[in-house]
């Protein structure tokens, strides 16, 4: 093409780009006054990183619910990043209708700011979680160094891979899966499992920043013998790699993730959109939702739901965040505050 | 009077100076200033109690040993790709040359990602350094030291360049004439006059490395007390909502920095008159 071909091209173009905007104005001021307040409704999602793909398929079944309920187009935006940063976006101004991360902690320190009630968690049914998860292993196709349970992962020459508790919200769930194993087998003896949690940590050789980096670190870097993963997360590397390279170990006793979801006060009642927003996280209770949720390897609440995928997530005993730790805000101080049980198992020689 | 003025190709000194002054305030001074307030709200003994503790110190002598280290790595062989890259033609010398700017422009977190591939127990470097001298590179302090380097490395070479680029060859020949060897007007004519440049190369990697997250996240191995970096450790802070401690941890860096960077200022002002006389 010649210097000269190439100008007026570039010139058509401008003049094109330039059509393009005057029709666009045009149609944005058409929409303005022909359709008022009824036409669309916007909403911000703000999660944490797993969720992406269950959001984008829920998003859709609710799009078209409310369309057929209220005749208003409804739009979800979604927002993903590590739990704890999506937080702290939040608290510092960014416009999110609901929240929906990986611990109450994260809502706790939003609510903290004042941008919704302290009692947030009683608001929806099942604390707050529609869907829950739990903490799983993923090994090697065929085990080769035969992990069944917690017990194994302490034996020497083992190498543990999970992301920092201090930085990822998914780890604290590890952390305290393990912790919980050690009371329950030590009839709650605290020096014991603080020794066992020890023991583990020192067989692990990488410590990532969130979950889908260690995720990266055991299954391409091919670093370690066993991964502790949230089981949808285990269930997305089978699904991702290859059911050929890894098998998922249940151990016999883990802890129930609970993933809790909110509505922002501050923004909904600013923005007018809470009833949109309400309704949002209301769906997700629904048995559409649960089976969408399900699909997206996260164990349903809804038992005539959880019943149809029964051989996907097996029994295993579960305890909880409430019951064992007394809530997030005394394990978060406990265990992960500065000086806390897990910054102390780092001191004493290493 | 105005006739006897240098023209400017900016108009007017006052409204110049003071666009400089506003935009240095808002771009600059603001956001730091921003940041010594959210550290402020721990008061003086608040500060030190957040900032002089165990694992914070190690990582302090993460951060800065390493980056310290690696500026000086980047001294050396930033200095030589500098060299060859003015003083020799060879097919394929612009490619090279654009390959320099390549840590500037790649994202960070891409950077680390590929070197920790690329150096891990099982990647293409990291295999054969294992199988050969059994070394460890990926996830050690030794990880960290390499991803420091690639990324300071265009800062020593882009320095030094035109420097040497401009150096009169009047001067070597004028050495060369009056008996000296090369190796002799390399060391009294040549590198007193890039000196002042390469310090400058070392100081500008130096200071990239001690503020570095993105690459070295992914080759450090995060272990407390053995391979954390300070801003890891702001990151950790951060995820626990505490914003003044994050805050400290962010001032004790700056203010290390700065002083490391006025000293290499200083040290280059003397080095500068010193060659000049």
Request: proline share 5%; no cysteine.
């Amino acid at each position: 093409m010649s210097f000269r071909d190439r100008l007026s091209a570039l010139r058509a173009n401008r003049l094109s780009v330039g059509r393009l905007s005057a029709l666009a104005a045009g149609v944005a001021l058409a929409m303005l006054t022909i359709a008022p307040a009824k036409a669309q409704t916007t909403l911000l999602n703000v999660s944490y990183d797993p969720t992406r793909e269950f959001y984008v398929e829920f998003n859709k079944a609710f799009a078209k619910k409310w369309q057929a309920e209220n005749g208003q187009t409804v739009t979800v935006k979604q927002s993903h990043g590590g739990s704890g940063k999506q937080a702290r976006s939040v608290i510092d101004g960014l416009d999110a209708d609901v929240v929906t991360l990986a611990l109450a902690y994260d809502i706790d320190a939003i609510a903290d700011s004042g941008a919704l009630p302290k009692t947030w968690q009683t608001r929806l049914p099942n604390n707050s979680s529609p869907y829950t998860s739990t903490i799983v292993f993923l090994v090697r196709k065929g085990n080769p160094k035969q992990i069944k349970d917690w017990d194994d992962l302490l034996k020497p020459g083992v190498q543990v891979i999970t992301p920092n508790p201090k930085t990822s919200g998914g780890a604290r769930w590890n952390y305290l899966a393990a912790w919980a194993y050690s009371l329950e087998k030590n009839g709650n003896d605290e020096a014991k499992a603080k020794q066992f949690v020890a023991d583990l940590f020192k067989n692990v050789p990488v410590l990532d920043s969130g979950a889908r980096g260690s995720t990266v670190t055991f299954t391409q870097r091919q670093l370690g013998d066993v991964l502790l993963a949230w089981e949808n997360e285990a269930f997305l590397s089978l699904q991702e790699f290859g059911a050929d390279k890894f098998d998922i170990v249940v151990p016999s006793l883990s802890i129930l993730a609970e993933p809790p979801v909110t509505v922002v006060d501050s923004v909904v009642d600013r923005k007018g959109t809470r009833k949109a927003a309400e309704a949002y996280l209301n769906f997700l209770y629904t048995p559409e939702a649960q089976e969408i949720a399900a699909k997206n390897f996260y164990r349903p609440r809804l038992p005539e739901v959880a019943a149809r995928y029964a051989d996907r997530f097996p029994n295993v005993k579960l305890v909880t965040i409430d019951g064992s730790f007394g809530g997030w805000r005394t394990a978060q101080e406990k265990h992960f505050a500065d000086g806390g049980v897990f910054d102390q198992i780092y001191q004493k020689g290493r | 009077m105005s006739v006897l003025r240098k023209p400017s190709v900016l108009p007017g000194f006052g409204l110049t100076l003071g666009f400089t002054l506003t935009y240095l305030s808002l771009i600059v001074l603001l956001p730091l200033a921003a940041l010594a307030l959210k550290a402020a709200g721990l008061g003086w003994s608040g500060f030190w109690d957040a900032v002089l503790t165990p694992r914070v110190l190690a990582a302090f002598k993460v951060s800065f040993g390493l980056s310290l280290a690696a500026a000086a790595v980047n001294a050396v062989f930033g200095f030589i790709v500098a060299w060859v890259l003015v003083r020799y033609r060879f097919p394929g010398d612009r490619i090279v040359d654009a390959l320099v700017d390549l840590p500037f422009a790649l994202p960070t977190a891409v950077a680390g990602i590929a070197l920790s591939a690329l150096y891990a127990p099982n990647g293409w470097i990291g295999s054969l350094l294992m199988e050969w001298f059994g070394l460890r590179v990926a996830f050690t302090p030794l990880g960290i030291a390499i991803a420091l380097t690639f990324i300071g490395l265009p800062f020593v070479v882009r320095t030094v360049q035109p420097i040497l680029q401009d150096l009169p060859p009047e001067e070597e020949e004028a050495a060369a004439a009056l008996g000296a060897t090369r190796w002799q007007a390399f060391r009294r004519v040549v590198f007193p006059a890039l000196l002042p440049a390469l310090l400058t190369g070392f100081a500008l990697s130096f200071a990239r490395g001690v503020g570095e997250y993105g690459s070295v996240i992914f080759i450090a191995g995060n272990i407390p007390g053995l391979s954390e970096i300070l801003p890891l450790l702001i990151v950790i802070k951060l995820e626990q909502y505490d914003y003044a401690g994050a805050a400290a941890v962010g001032v004790l860096m700056l203010m290390a920095s700065f002083v490391l960077l006025l000293a290499l200022n200083l040290l280059q002002a003397w080095m500068r008159s010193r060659h000049a006389r």
